[in-house]
């Protein structure tokens, strides 16, 4: 179980991430509890071991060999305990952190594979990344200093205690010392954090012009715009130099403060000290003890006040990782499976579809006969992908509905889809793994079926060319073959699963005419299939074409029926006519 | 990894030539970090001082004062120092970015195109930032430890340098036993890095694979791929404590050895040379400010590391030889000749890919390139526009050689328009009007009806004005291509070169803007790399690569009939368009 994220503030998550592991956060606590305590003890001993060894025995009188092996051995002992403890307790602390971690972040993709197509049209995969990462350490962030902080909260009780006990001008300097810092640290924090984000903003703004101008330099190079570019550059460089020196403003001036502040409470100490150690009410060894304690303070809150400023950045992550685990727009699913094992018959039944008030697509009906190619044509923009995702069950639409073998898609149960239908998209996708595994998705197939399904894709001879022929790894998303290459690749991924229904978008695009009529002519008497695509070669394998224009189907017929419509004719024969003009 | 060119970087050096600022008043700011150091020693020089004195009132005023003031004194070096170092150091910082990005775009094309665009990125990006990220978060006290570091080396020895010495050999084993434990630490989080990094990759694939996922019903296969990342990432990470906080423990083990070795050894030395309990005291205080700073400058050589790694990276970007021509002979005036002689090409060290081409085009005269993939039509429209350096032979522009033509007569004239084109995050028409920022609207909307695309203008919901989003992701590819061709049509280029520059867009719309493009470029020289029959058709002439050679040039007419590879490649255009000719 991931560790919940519901609680309201960054610090109660981090309470409910240690109880989602309470081994090691019971041990990183009392070892920091233990590594607190040792700190006052050990300050403690310097003092002792200077009455009872240094004092006497630099003053001339005799010293017991006792006060020299207890002097050692407390330093030693205390010091072993507290190394141990350190070890111990930043172990266990990266226990809790790093499990924490990886748990949500598991969640959050998870999340991810569940949720809407809708919802992820509306988010970059920047976007999401962003979350599954840096937004999920953030949240785990202050975590690395929790126990390390709990245990200096104790050391310093302890050590107020211990003050208040020697003599109440020392604690009330203690006092005003913890007090002082913590003060400074608290607005030093709160004019950090605005500063923080303002460079971090200033900083997303570099990256952005940079990536975009890098991205864009051949047309930044044929246009001449590297004045411009840079022009345009400058200004964020100097927004995020500006920034980071506000930032840099403040902890210049903060950081010689909370260093200086001891020393100045030392030297508090021993001017009021003093007159008490003459009248007799303190040893040279509790000043000593004192003033080696406040000179240890600073590291209790230096651990402290960084605990606490991690606390606003990790409850952004925390929102953000939140919005995304808690976000109810999940796939939903029916309950019916399609049992048939002949072609499928896809029925759209006056389907629409509005996106950010736009209409998609518009009153499409559609039938597609089992066994049939169908070949959607239109030009840029028309509405063609969208009626394939409707029709291939991929999207579900705003109005209507489409059926498969008569039955809603929406009622279907998860998997049946996938079960019944393949899609190649515009853009293919191939993993970064093996030609063979990213044909098989780790399911079993016999070295023919995935030889035959490359060769109806056309695809066996570019598998023959690649170095280690099936298991040549493909670089990410593919990028070690070429765009026809990967085609051709997903083409046979598809066929490969034997769907029912094939959906293909535009997917022959990067293929040359006599590889896309190969290809189209394998798949005739296979299933039912669906195409985009502009090109006579495929339209010439249709029993039925469909024409779209501005999100409506306007014609559908057999290409003889639809050889009348003048819209169709000037798409598909617009060469042919180009070049009898 | 692709990298860089090494330059020459012996150390700082490169580092102070391409950031003079960071030179300036170097005597100055060592002093204040004396100044800085000295202060944070005062606390125990006071109680020395105060102990020995009897902590007689009428001594510690005094004393106090003087500790007092050189807080002060101490506290205001820091606070300069710091915004001295920092300011001088984000001057720099932010040179570097801005002359990292005009490298970028002023490196040869075959360099650029050679580095993967999200390297460069992250050379001005996070590369500088990790020198921020160093100074903000301690680094800036570098100076100041290390000043304070010899202070007390050099205050113990004046003290007893029989006592220092123990304290002086415990540190060195403790550096030696550090800086192994660091190189253990560096190992482990080089390979937790590499862990997160394909931890990262993981998550990415998840997210840009999602629509194959979910149509392929692949989930859980892809659950288990991430699984699998993320607790190997979590593993490397819980790898990473042991040695680092094993690393804090030897720090507190040697000041507690040192602590021991100076008080028992003080005493017992102190009496027969004369030292005072003060100085015990005092010596056992310095151990920890001598070993503090120690503990913290190894423990950031790390972080020191990746900031001089990261600033090395940006030097790098830096110091790429330009590619650019300031003082060459300027493009001569009106249509652009070209003349190719004897050039042969090749990409990296990779096998030629182009053999001893020779061909010349005439001013005005329209070129249609035909050829297979991987013909080596690509490569010839790079070699024109100065993507791309000959391995051998000469390419001449209305007759100036092309490494000698001045690169700011060449932006705007001659101009590529590749297949898949990039359009800046922004609106269409500040897409059309960037290599011409003065062109009205009326001018865009003038472009967009000469080439005939008022019907895909007439779908767009905000005209002119709507956004393309990032990389023109929110236009289909078809779309982008719409925007480049009047783009470059707005610029009136003299050379233009179109690389597939229509393949993405449906039959109907292509040829009504070839037709218009062929009107707005008459008298410009025009390459066009064919996709399609048309454009060879429509050319004066017709050059057909083969295996990286021309192996026929004419006009279409003359080529057709002729036994070769043009009439091979016409019967294949024609099957595909339903066998009419």
Redesign the interface.
Known sequence: MPPETRRRSALAAQFAGARAHPGPALVATVTGLINGATMVVGASA?GW??DH???P???GKD?PAGA?WI??GL??G???V???T??V???AT??VQ??A??ET??AV??R??ELD?GW?RHR??GQ??AH??SDVDALWSPMQFAYFAVGMVFMLLLALAELFRRDLLLGLVGLALIAGVLTLNVIYQRLLAPRARAAQAA?GQ??AV?????????????????D???AR??PA??R??VA??R???V???F???L??L???A??VV??A???R??AGALT?GD??GV??LL??ISIPLNVISRFLSMLPMSGAGRERVHAVLENPDV?RFGARRLRHVRPLRVEVRAAGVTRQD?RILDDASLTLAAGTVTVVV????AGKTTLLDLA?G?AHPTDGVVLFDGVDVRELAR?A???N???V??NP?L??ESIRDNLT??RDYSEHQIWRALHAAAADDVVRGLPHGLDTVVG??GATL?G?QRQRICIA?AVL?EPRLLVLDDAT?AL???V??QVLEQLRGGPTVLITS????AV?FADRVVLVR?GRIVADGTPAELAAVPEYE??????????AS | MTSLARPELRGFRTALRVSPSLRQGLPVTILLALAAGAGRIIAPLTVQHAIDAGLAPHTIGPAVAVGGAAVVVAGASSMVLNRRVQDRIEQALAGLRRAGLRRVHDMAASTADRLPSADLVTRLTSDVDQVTTFLQGGGIQFLTNGAQLVIATVIMCAYSWQLALPVLVIAALLLAAMAGMQKLIARRYHRARGDLARMQSAVAESVLGGPVIRSTGTGERTRAKLDEAVDQARDSLLRTLPPLHGNTSLGELAISTMTVAVLLGGVWWGRRTGLTAGEVVAMVFLVTFFVRPLQFLVQSLGEAQNALTGWRRALELVTTPSAVVRDGTPLPDGPVSVSVAGVSARYGDGPLVLHDVSVHLEAGEHVAIVGRTGSGKSTFAKLLTRRLEPASGTIQLSGVPLEQLDDRSLAGRVVIVPQDPFLFDGSIVANVRLGRPSATDDEVLDILARLGLHDWFATLPEGLDTAVGLRGDRLSAGERQLVALARTALVDPDLVVFDEATSGIDPATDVAVQQALAALTRGRTTVSIAHRMITAETADRVLVFDDGRIAQSGPHGDLVGVPGPYAGLVKAWNRQFGGVT
């Open positions: 310097i071991s200077t060894l240094v004092i025995a630099l003053g010293v020299w002097s050692a330093v030693l205390i010091s072993t507290r190394w141990t350190i070890f307790r930043g172990i990266g226990r790093y499990r971690q990886a972040r598991r993709v998870r991810y594979l197509p992820h970059s995969p999401l990344l599954a990462v900083r570099v990256g940079a990536h975009e101008s890098i991205e864009g330099g051949p047309v930044v190079r044929s246009l001449g715009l590297t411009s570019e840079d550059f400058a460089v100097d995020l130099r980071d020196m930032m840099a403003s902890s210049s001036t950081d010689p403060l260093e200086l001891p020393t100045v030392v030297l021993l001017a000290g003093a007159p150690v003459q040279v000043l000593v003033v080696y000179i240890t796939v736009r239109g030009a840029v923009g291939g991929q998997g889809v996938p079960e239908v393949a899609v998209s515009q996708f993993f970064a998705l780790s990410e998303r070429s026809g991924r699963r695009s040359d005419p006599r896309e009529r502009n090109r006579p070669a010439e501005g000037r798409i598909v024969t617009a060469y042919d006519q180009s070049r």
